[in-house]
């Protein structure tokens, strides 16, 4: 079957291109005759590249048989025996790492194991594991000289870095300089970057000679391979693991790494089996209160978009040692106090971040329409927060289906800036033309930071623009929505969502499915708090279907006015007070006329 799209057709309410992809029929056959499935489920599979039955039900049924032996990992068995080393010799031992959720998650995992293995071997030695995380607005991002020599007046002999490092040459030759061994957990290499030489055992999937099949690991996975090594002999090594699959999830999820993987998506799937089971620590309990999650019916949804973003908020407009302080109290009612903290924390970057994109729209209007690149900036005393620039760039990148730049200038002469780019434009390509304007800068194809002089940031958005066009063209391509399914009104049911569920977790590489719904039609529609649009879709069967358009509102007068349309979307379920309801999410709508 050849793919479909909406081409040469009247655009959609969005002004988006639809596509449907391709696949062979013939195999969609085999994989629903074989696995016994759903033929929307086969289908999904074989997009996904899902040729065989055996492949099928590994990636269906995670189990833990497909975590990899950690000593695949080059520099695993150096560090084990630097770690072993340091616990039977009683030495202090400080990790370091990033301030996001993959770093705190990271820092937790080292934290637990190094424990473990060190009450493993004395359970009456004194506790000598200490963590530093960087102030986000003080110290900045990294491995820094300063931390190496703090760890170094505090007594440390060894570090251990997550999330940071593999970068941070001069911090690392620093600590080596001042008698201190370094261990580096990371995945944040480049192609052709040389990892720090003078650290005694990097672990970084991607860095040259490394053979270990997985090389999308988080930053957390990295740390929880580790673990799984130093507590290979632990007598409660299962129970550990499968705790500390926990935070694993939470990080891997919030990283946005790759689930196509095998070993991502059991990570993520036995961590989901692991939160959903109950039984959590008092900060972990009133983290999943805080955070208005259901125990026993927690999707990675869930950990993406209402657990991550309170461990994010800290790091953001506070400090993330409030993340560790509150995971590692026993007190009940602290946590809860702690909790709640994170959770009002949220609620402040949610205002910084709304007043920061209506400032940053403001600056854009008048503008040419469609550019290829965005940038936008503004003053940190006047509110430009630089811990919620990257949130507000992935927002403009979304709106604008363009790159975006959005930088806040500093008190000092100095602006922060976070990038977000398309699958268009590697952002470090776009950075790389303007290097020369630059202080620091790095990051990955899709996200990237760099620091400028504040004096050079409008002609610096002049020249990144100008690169822009160059790679792009005049304006922003069009933007483009794929689905998987393209069904009629009357195939939605409960057991599609049920089939299409098998495909959980979902995240990068592994998208929730998208359903082109044909020949439908609409009707109850209504704006709620002033953005959004609800309304059902009818045609579906004896019940209608409910349909939610977030920020929908205004389309309603489109699709009120609308004999038939199509929609693309989520398929789901919206519980409310007891009653299950098939629900469609929708992102875009097409009017059909006649």
């Not at 909790?339 to 403001?362: C, F, V």
């Not at 009357?490 to 929730?512: D, F, R």
Request: hydrophobic residues 45%; aromatic residues 2%; proline residues 5%.
């Amino acid at each position: 079957m050849e793919a479909e799209d909406t081409q040469g057709r009247q655009a959609s309410l969005t002004g988006a291109r639809w596509s449907l992809g391709a696949v062979d029929e013939a195999q969609v056959e085999r994989l629903t005759r074989q696995l016994g499935v759903h033929e929307a489920l086969a289908r999904c599979l074989a997009l996904r590249g899902v040729d065989a039955a055996d492949e099928a039900l590994k990636l269906l049924h995670p189990e833990l048989d497909a975590l990899h032996d950690p000593q695949g990992l080059l520099g695993m068995d150096v560090a084990v025996e630097r770690l072993r080393r340091a616990s039977r010799d009683g030495e202090r031992v400080r990790v370091v790492t990033d301030y996001d959720v993959d770093g705190t998650t990271s820092s937790l995992i080292l934290q637990s194991a190094l424990r473990a293995a060190r009450a493993q071997r004395d359970p009456s030695a004194p506790d000598l594991v200490s963590y530093h995380i960087p102030d986000r607005m003080d110290e900045g991002y990294g491995f820094s000289v300063t931390a190496a020599e703090q760890a170094a007046r505090d007594g440390a002999t060894l570090i251990v870095t997550a999330d940071i490092g593999v970068r941070d040459h001069a911090a690392v030759s620093r600590a080596r300089a001042l008698g201190l061994d370094v261990i580096i957990c990371d995945h944040h290499l480049s192609a052709g970057d040389e990892v720090p030489a003078d650290a005694t055992a990097v672990i970084c999937p991607p860095q040259r000679g490394c053979a270990y099949p997985n090389k999308d690991l988080a930053a957390c996975g990295v740390t929880f391979k580790l673990a799984q090594a130093l507590l290979d002999d632990h007598p409660r090594r299962d129970t550990l693991l499968r705790s500390l699959l926990k935070l694993a999830a939470l990080g891997t999820v919030a990283d946005v790494v790759s689930l196509r993987g095998a070993e991502n998506r059991a990570i993520v799937a036995l961590g989901l089996d692991a939160l959903n089971a109950g039984g959590h620590s008092p900060g972990l309990t009133a983290l999943l209160k805080a955070s208005r999650v259901t125990v026993g019916q927690l999707r990675a949804e869930d950990l993406a978009f209402r657990v991550a973003p309170r461990v994010n908020a800290a790091g953001r407009v506070a400090t993330a040692r409030a993340v560790i302080e509150l995971f590692t109290t026993r007190d009940a009612g602290l946590a809860e106090s702690r909790a709640m903290d994170l959770d009002a924390l949220n609620d402040e970057r949610r205002r910084i971040q709304d007043r920061m994109m209506k400032e940053a729209q403001s600056q854009l209007q008048g503008q040419r329409p469609d550019p290829p690149c965005v940038v936008v900036w503004g003053r940190e005393d006047r509110g430009w927060h630089r811990g919620v620039a990257g949130i507000v760039a992935a927002r403009l990148r979304d709106q604008h289906n363009a790159p975006a730049v959005v930088l806040a200038l500093g008190e000092g002469g100095e602006a922060r800036a976070s990038v977000r780019s398309t699958p268009d434009l590697h952002a470090l390509t776009l950075l790389g033309d303007a290097q020369a304007m630059l202080l620091k800068w790095g990051g990955h194809a899709a996200a990237a930071g760099f620091s400028a002089r504040s004096d050079d940031v409008p002609a610096l958005a002049a020249m990144l623009l100008e690169s822009a066009t160059a790679r792009l063209g005049e304006r922003a391509p069009q933007r483009c929505r794929a689905a998987e399914l393209r069904l009629p009104p009357q195939a939605l049911s409960m057991g599609l969502v049920e089939a299409l569920a098998q495909l959980e977790p979902h995240g990068k590489g592994n998208p929730e499915p998208k359903v082109w719904v044909t020949g439908a039609r609409v009707t109850a529609l209504r704006v709620v708090k002033d953005r959004h649009l609800m309304g059902d879709l009818v045609g579906a069967g004896p019940r209608p279907v409910s349909l939610v358009w977030w920020d929908g509102a205004p389309h309603r007068a489109a699709l009120a006015a609308a004999p038939s349309v199509e929609l693309l979307g989520k398929l789901g379920v919206n519980s409310w007070q007891g009653v299950d309801k098939l629900q469609i999410q929708i992102e875009d709508a097409l009017v059909l006329e006649g």
